[in-house]
């Protein structure tokens, strides 16, 4: 046996590394949370665009149109497309006070565990310290109702008419009623021959010997 005796506070130590090691992993999931409640919207209008195109192209739509109708469209498909990846390029990854305020809402409790658990004590004030460490007490034994919650990107604000679900049944009806012509049809989008083709230009040259 050693004589060395044990520390009284290294129990307290392992708790709180535990729970600052749930604490991050449940602050990364409430990261990816947010960051999917402000991406999915612009993906959800970029994938009804990309319907719509599926759902013109399957229908046969290109295969009746001219040449200078199917690149007018395939432009305007672009434009689209292009408007609803905007809202996009202002995305920005949750920060950690968000993280960590998303965590608190989840937990339900009013003296915000999440945020608690990440705070530090300036004073060296016994009374405080004291205070300090009977809080913290109740902050870990709370740790394990922390929780990101499941994401809510809220389609039916940018999507009041369930547009999208629209295009989804369209999308699936063209899809049957195309058959083996799907790829074909879909190629026939970028068939622009003829758009720029040279006008039919007679030269009559006489040469005097």
Do not use: C
């Not at 993906?43 to 195109?53: K, P, Q």
């Amino acid at each position: 046996m050693s004589g060395a005796s044990p520390d009284p506070t290294q129990p307290a130590r392992e708790q709180d590394s535990v729970a600052r090691l749930q604490l991050t992993q449940a602050l990364q999931r409430a990261q990816f949370a947010i960051a999917w409640e402000r991406a999915w919207p612009g993906l959800a209008r970029l994938l009804s665009v990309v319907g719509l195109f599926l759902v013109v192209s399957w229908a046969g739509l290109w295969l009746v149109l001219p040449f200078g109708a199917r690149a007018a469209g395939i432009v305007l498909f672009i434009l689209l497309a292009l408007g609803a990846l905007y809202p996009l390029a202002r995305f920005r990854w949750p920060t950690r006070e968000e993280g960590l305020s998303r965590l608190d809402r989840g937990t339900g409790i009013r003296h915000r565990p999440a945020t608690a658990l990440t705070d530090t004590l300036a004073t060296k004030d016994p009374v405080a310290q004291a205070l300090w460490r009977e809080q913290r007490e109740r902050t870990l034994a709370s740790i394990k109702r922390i929780r990101a919650g499941l994401p809510s990107p809220r389609l039916a604000i940018h999507d009041p008419w369930a547009l999208r679900a629209l295009v989804m049944m369209m999308v699936a009806a063209a899809y049957v009623a195309a058959g083996d012509e799907r790829r074909m049809r879909i190629a026939a989008a970028f068939d622009w021959n003829g758009v720029l083709a040279p006008a039919n230009v007679r030269v009559d040259a006489w040469v005097t010997p």
